[in-house]
Nanobody, 124 residues
Framework: QVQLVESGGGLVQPGGSLRLSCAAS????????IGWFRQAPGKEREGVSC????????YYADVVKGRFTISRDNAKNTVYLQMNSLKPEDTAVYYC?????????????????WGQGTQVTVSS
């Protein structure tokens, strides 16, 4: 069974950093577009960042551009989301997802496999 597992969430003060990891079992992540999404309490899930399988190009939502960085480590079969300058409004459950579109997007319906999520809380 294909499985994605997120880790690295936690409690951090505003201005701090976290690095989220998305690891896969039973399939090779670099064959897939990988997206990071988040859902805050009472809000709809939104796309944060993605990295394309074909050319490695990454995309970011405007609200995180310049603060978050997505990357792959193919040897570890893991995708990371480095989050810097965190703000209280970044508080959410963060999910990674894998899909086989031509390029990655921040549209949920283009992703087939989803992890269970990891909680990120930004608070003083």
């Amino acid at each position: 069974q294909v499985q994605l597992v997120e880790s690295g969430g936690g409690l951090v003060q505003p201005g701090g950093s976290l690095r989220l990891s998305c690891a896969a079992s039973r399939f090779t992540l670099n064959y897939y577009n990988i997206g990071w999404f988040r859902q805050a309490p009472g809000k709809e899930r939104e796309g944060v960042s993605c990295i394309s399988r074909s050319d490695g190009i990454s995309y970011y939502a405007d609200v995180v551009k310049g603060r978050f960085t997505i990357s792959r480590d193919n040897a570890k079969n893991t995708v990371y989301l480095q989050m810097n300058s965190l703000k209280p409004e970044d508080t959410a459950v963060y999910y990674c997802a894998a899909g086989l579109g031509r390029y990655c997007t921040l549209r949920e319906y283009e992703y087939t496999y989803w992890g269970q999520g990891t909680q990120v809380t930004v608070s003083s």
